[in-house]
């Protein structure tokens, strides 16, 4: 029997998805509730930069339908350290600050390496037996995205199989395309969107990723996320790649209210709303 396949993209408030994936008239304050029940899974970048609380991770497990995943990326200074002590310190912060609230909607948590780290047993072995397997009762599966040199060493797949963890499969040309056969679940990071393509991607090249997928799942779980590239387009690619694997939405997909014009004119005249300029597109 195969593994389930959840496929998402990097968060879910991005300026330019209100013309291009949002319908018109949904509030910000939907648009997780939106995405969860047209996508199976979120990366939450957010928690890269920055400490949330325990309500906020509840929130959105109460926002989204039963099935749905959050893979969360660690935070930036948890993978920097050097010394064991701080490494258990800092990556206990990050778990200690309530994600467990997501209870079994708790995805793969990116710990997300720069580049200049390489490859070093001693270090990566250190790294990796600070990390618990599960927390509150709750399973906690670990990858690692590396972006540095000397990770094609068997060293570092054994590493991966003593503590339980994986490295995530990143599709793009200036990172290693790592990928760990001995783990229980898969993330891949596709990261190569183009905007001439409205689905992200020409189709032969989605097909592609449909039959990597299927093939990984016929062993273990899958994650894929569509980041980076031309952002843009990427809920289109989500919507695409599930549409291949034949996956349907977890729930019905929540009525929107238009939102109410203001009665007074020149209160439309003079809102701040009406005369900020248009922000700039990241």
Known sequence: MAHPIRVGVGGWSFEPWDETFYPAGLSKAKQ???????????????????????????????ETPNGFVFSLKAHRFSTVRK?????????GLFLNQGITQLKNKLGPINWQFP???KFDREHFASFLSVLPKEKDGIELRHALEVRGTGYDDPAFFELLD???????????????KLTHLGSD?????????QADEKAGYPKKVIDRFAKVATDWS?????????????????????MALQEKLGLKPLSEPMPVVAKKAPANKSAVKNSPAMTKAPAKRK
């Open 115 to 117: 580049g200049n780290r």
């Open 162 to 176: 003593k503590h339980g963890a994986t490295v995530v499969y990143a599709e793009d040309d200036e990172f290693p």
């Open 218 to 238: 016929k062993k273990r779980d899958v994650f894929v996320f569509f980041i980076s590239g031309a952002k843009e387009t990427n809920p289109a690619a989500a």
């Open 83 to 91: 010394t064991k002590e701080d490494m258990k310190t800092s990556t």
């Open 185 to 193: 679940f898969v993330v891949a990071r596709l990261m190569q969107s």
């Open 32 to 62: 997780l509730q939106h995405m969860s029940r047209t996508l199976t899974a979120v990366e939450v970048n957010g928690t890269y930069y920055s400490s949330f609380k325990p309500d906020t991770f509840a929130r959105w497990r109460d």
